[in-house]
């Protein structure tokens, strides 16, 4: 396990009147327990305000959670005094050094490399500066470094003296993957890195991607709301809604067994590319609520199917049913139990 | 089934600093009654460019260089029934078939919508537009009812005189009489009934639509909307008229999908209702498998392949679509993806030839002479590629 969260939650304040007083708060991640492990690629699925870019960049401490805890890389032999891990090597307390040497192992790629790259500054000196940042390189060798990276992403020498603007989409994509790279980082969180990118292009960007993943070890958690992307190239899901994890299962788990409402509902409305599958439809009523007020109880269940009164009062916990597969749903664990004991019909037969 | 539009050796340019962008050309394609026909290509390959040029909304620098758009409209503005060249009509023409015969969905919702106007008048707009007869004979028969209600001598004496007005609206909106009118306080909201009938339709619009609470809705502005809303609110001032011909122009490709789910169900159900021809130009190939009869892929400014959604998906003929197909990922499929390599072409110095020649896998020393043009293979299916034919020049030798 690379990296672990604990509750994490990450309030905006909503600030209002001549004081600036706080009148309330955008509950943007609500309660999030992740783990990832090593080597894997975890895909992070959720419509747009869910919280998804919020938890990722609370992941970097790029910005800071309102509590909860984060461990990354935690060593083995502290896992057992579980004391020492909650203080001493929880990220979301880092501060100064600390943290600037963490984040040199956790890297993020984000979702318009037209405004992730400046403008102004030339691609060597992008790319480069990570590595002078964190002082891992100088001079020529730095220069090497540059065109190392370079190469690993698809670009050459010739490229080493522009500017972002002279490039197309994909090859900033490229870029700003390349600097990602730099520091040599175990974890790298993708904010939809291909929603900008036409299909073609997508294609070569996800490739390079798993390549890279399987040449360095690397761990990605990528985000995004493209479901047939995210099928393609992660190992695990987690689907979020408003601000909570609903469901968690590997991926063939969760395409071929949904078991959260939402999850259904999101997968049976991809539009999917064969005209001849003509799926059954679930469409969800509404729109999904503001993240100020969220709904009592279970978030969903002001546009769920299946709501029962019990969605409204307790608020659902994210449970193991079995193969890697947790669910945050009342409903579903409820349906869940009755196999265990066995129904009349079965005792007919 | 009977050609509704068609676009015939469409070339347009954009003149830039840098230079001329070839944009469209020879862009040809028909939109049949009432199907739904797909625009696919990728970003900057000319489809929006070729929704605005059917609509003549090319603004400075772009000019459209040569070609046709005929199209056939219904009874109330073509007498002669044989279509007519838009290129060639004036801009007063082209105001009334606007929003009126064709009308076209935005793909921003949130730019295409005034953000200081209120949804009631910018839904309106169109009504008032178009169809200010009909609201002001509805005006009218609301009066004759006030009337005959009204015991008040005096009251009805300036209802009587309100219909008088109204009388004058419907015969000749134009007059003098009206204009002088619009000075006086006291009188110069004399259309404020007409108004009201256009809000009365815009919350029955805004009802099919499925919006629920219309009648607080059309009081609210663009911004207290969500995305799935506003874009409700943008095809309603589309549909508002009843086109012949609704452009949609990318609808979905800025919300969820769960609502873009049900956006595209509701177009589904719109198009049985209303009758109308859909021209869909989006980049998703999920969405055109869902949603189209017909699919017409561009590719840099060129038209690759027109092809029946079916056997486009079975079996794609032109290389790009080969390739755009290959590149897309699919359900439960964990084969490598293919793209195609290289880029898209700088449209100020497109590749001479066929503009798809440098990427293509399987180019031949043809490619890069004359342009391709667009061929029937088989029945329904056009290709614009030298690899097809070659075949066709065989069977006929």
Redesign the interface.
Known sequence: MILETRDLKKYYPITGGIFKKEVGQVKAVDGVSLKIERGECLGLVG??GCGKTTFGKTLLRLLDPTSGHIYFDVPEEVKVRTGEKERRHDLATFKGRRLKDMRKRMQIVFQDPSSSLNPRMLIKDTVGEPLKVHGLARGLELRKRVLELLNRVGLTSDHLFRYPHEF????RQRIAIARALATEPDLIVLDEPTSAL???????I??LL?DLQKQFGLTYLFIT?H???V??ISHRIAVMYLGRIVELARTKGL?ENPLHPYTQ??L???????????SH?T??KG??PSPIDPPSGCVFRTRCFMAARECKERIPDLVSLGDEHYVACHRVRSKSREPAHPSQNDVKR | MPKLLEVEDLKMNFYTYEGIVQALDRINLNVREGEILGLVGETGCGKSVTALSILRLIRPPGRIEKGKVIFRMKDRLDESKQGMNLLDQDEVFMQKVRGNEISMIFQEPSAALNPVYSIRDQVSESFLLHREKELCQKALKRIEEDIKKETFFLKKAILKMERGIYLKMIENPSSFFLKFLSFIPGVRRYNRRVLEEAKIESIEILRILGISHPEEVVMRYPHELSGGMQQRVVIAMALACNPTLLIADEPTSNLDVTIQAQILDLVRKLRQEFGSSILFITHDLGVVAEMCERVVVMYAGHIAEVAPVRSLFQKPLHPYTQGLLKSVPRPGRKDRLQSIKGSVPNLISPPSGCRFHPRCPSVMTRCSGAKPSLKEIEKNRLVACYLYHQETEKNDT
């Open positions: 419509e747009s197309s989409g994909g090859q036409d299909v073609s292009v997508q294609a070569q996800l490739n798993q709301h479901l047939l992307v099928e393609y395409f509902a999101l049976s409305a991809i539009p999917i590319p064969d005209p001849e599958v003509r439809r469409i969800l729109d999904v």
